[in-house]
């Protein structure tokens, strides 16, 4: 059930805009930010605060990579496939975080592919084109976060510790002093 606090939202942004049309994005990343995702419900509540069909809410929602129908887990995985990455490796360390994860299958694809972990900790989407951090490729961004010059070892490092802290914070956010313990962009280390 879609709450009065992100209806108000959704009214605040269509009353913002000389055409409702243009609220429909920041309404879809209100009921995001209730639900975890974008539910059915809260779509046909988006159309109906908007006085929109819900078809035309939907487009908007399957055009947008940072909005999504389906739950994802607390940590998002996007490994950077672009050129720089590419060449130093990205398309193997892909398929090493996605092994990593659990979420190759047979093992048989030489390709990695998106899922979410069975205990919800993880999605892995291995298809994200330039995070334009291409002088410390290969990296990946978890969470909006980058993690940069990646080795297996850095990836079995990070993701033992996103485990972890996902144990100790089952719910809400992580405290940004936890955060803060793992390697990002400020410990850049040119190879």
């Known amino acids: 059930m879609i709450s009065e606090q992100t209806r108000s939202r959704i009214l605040k942004a269509r009353d913002s805009f000389p055409h409702r049309r243009s609220a429909i994005l920041p309404s879809l990343y209100a009921v995001q930010e ?57 398309d193997t360390l892909a398929k090493y975080v996605q092994t990593k994860l659990g979420l190759d299958g047979d093992g048989e694809d030489h390709e990695a592919h998106e899922g979410t972990t069975s205990d919800g900790v993880f999605t892995f989407r291995p298809t994200i084109e330039c995070l334009a951090a291409c002088s410390w490729a290969p990296m990946m961004q978890v ?49």
């Open 34 to 90: 209730e639900v975890g995702h974008l539910s059915e419900e809260g779509i046909d509540v988006i159309a109906e605060v908007l006085d929109l069909h819900a078809t035309d809410v939907f487009q908007v929602a399957s055009f947008y990579s940072l909005v999504h129908t389906d739950p994802w887990g607390k940590y998002l995985i996007e490994v950077c496939i672009n050129l720089p990455c590419a060449l130093r490796g990205a």
């Open 143 to 191: 969470n909006q976060r980058y993690f940069e010059n990646l080795t297996q070892e850095k990836v079995d490092q990070i993701l033992d510790q996103l485990r972890e802290l996902a144990t100790r914070y089952p719910t809400g956010p992580v405290p940004g002093p936890e955060i803060g313990k793992l390697p990002d962009a400020t410990e850049r280390v040119q190879q």
